[in-house]
C-alpha cells in the first residue's frame, strides 16, 4: 500500500515567504490577509488584489465580525501572467463563467510597438458562489482565482449532524468546547467516523472521493489544525501554462494526533485519511491550535 506523503505548512516571519513562494496553495484569500495586512499595502507591486474579498473591500467597511471558518470547498485556478502589468489584469463574472482579460504594450522611441492581449474562460463548477470570488496577482506573476463552492447538499449534512447528538458520544465525553464536532461530522464530504481499534486505542478515519484524479494529481496537506485535500489538473502549451484545483478542507476535532496522520488512495478511487484520535480530557484546556 502506497502513502501520500503529507504537506504541512510552514510559519515564515516574512508574510511572502509564508505563502508566496512554495505554500501558494495555503494561502486562503477570504482569512490569511487579515495576519499581514500592513505588509501587503507597504509592498503594493508584490502582491495586487483583482476582484478583493467582499469581507476586505470599501476600506474595510465589509469586515466580518468574526473570522470566518475555512471553505469545506472551493473552485480554484491559476495561470501564469509573466509578461502582463498586473494593472490590466481584468476578471468578471458572466453567467457561470469566470473572464480573464489583460492587454500589455510596448512602444519604442521610434514609433515601433507590440501589442498583446489575452482572454481566457473557466466554467464555475455548481454551487459556486461568484459573488465571493476572490482573484489577484501574486509576487511572481500568478493570477489565482478562488470561488467557495457552497453545496446545498453539505447544508442538508450539517443541520441533520447538529439533531444528532448521539453521534458526538464517539468523540469522548468530554469534548473541547471551542471546537465545532457536528460541523466536522456534516460540514464536508469526508465522511469522519472514530473507530475504536481495542487496548484503549482509537482512529479517525475519513474518505473522500478522488476518482477523476490520478495518484501524482492528489495532495494532501495539514495547515495548523486544517486538514486540505486537493486535486489539480495541469495544462501548458507553447505560450502560458494554467492549473485548476479542487479543493476540500476540514478542521480536525482536539486529540487528532496530527503528526501520524497517514492516507491512501483505495482500489475504488477513494482517498482515506487516518490518524491515532485521543479523547479529551476532563478538566483539559481547549487546544491552542485552533485560534488564528
Known amino acids: 500500500m502506497a502513502f501520500f506523503p503529507i504537506h504541512r505548512y510552514r510559519r515564515f516571519d516574512d508574510p511572502f515567504d509564508r505563502f508566496f513562494g512554495d505554500q501558494l496553495d495555503f494561502f486562503d484569500p477570504w482569512r ?12 503594493p507591486n508584490a502582491f495586487r488584489w483583482v476582484n478583493e474579498p467582499l469581507r476586505l473591500t470599501h476600506g474595510q467597511q465589509n469586515v466580518e465580525p468574526t473570522s470566518p471558518a475555512p471553505h469545506a470547498e472551493k473552485f480554484r485556478t491559476q495561470l501564469n501572467i509573466a509578461g502582463f502589468n498586473p494593472e490590466t489584469i481584468k476578471t468578471r463574472v ?40 476572490a482573484s489577484y496577482v501574486t509576487p511572481n506573476n500568478m493570477l489565482v482565482i478562488e470561488a467557495p463552492i457552497e453545496n446545498p447538499e453539505a447544508e442538508r449534512r450539517l443541520q441533520q449532524a447538529r439533531n444528532d447528538n448521539q453521534s458526538l458520544t464517539q468523540f469522548g465525553q468530554y469534548r473541547d468546547p471551542l471546537f465545532d464536532y457536528a460541523g466536522f461530522l456534516g460540514g464536508s464530504d469526508f465522511q469522519p467516523r472514530i473507530v475504536d481499534k481495542g487496548n484503549n486505542q482509537k482512529q479517525l478515519e475519513m474518505a473522500v472521493g478522488m476518482k477523476n484524479f490520478r495518484p501524482e494529481e492528489i495532495k494532501v496537506s495539514v495547515k495548523n489544525n486544517e486538514l486540505i485535500v486537493q486535486g489539480e489538473h495541469r495544462h501548458q502549451d507553447k505560450n502560458r501554462s494554467e492549473r485548476s484545483f479542487f479543493f476540500k478542507s476540514t478542521a480536525l476535532p482536539p486529540g487528532t494526533q496530527v503528526d501520524h496522520l497517514q492516507s491512501h488512495l483505495t482500489d475504488d478511487g477513494h482517498l482515506k485519511i487516518e490518524a491515532p484520535f485521543v479523547e479529551h480530557k476532563e478538566g483539559q484546556q481547549s487546544i491552542e491550535s485552533h485560534k488564528n
Open 32 to 43: 490569511d490577509f487579515d495576519t499581514f495586512p500592513t505588509a501587503l499595502t507597504a509592498q
Open 94 to 133: 458572466e453567467g457561470r463563467k469566470v473572464i480573464v482579460e489583460a492587454k500589455q504594450e510596448d512602444r519604442q522611441p521610434d514609433g515601433d510597438f507590440s501589442v498583446r492581449e489575452i482572454r481566457k474562460t473557466y466554467e464555475l463548477p455548481e454551487h459556486a458562489n461568484a459573488n465571493r470570488m
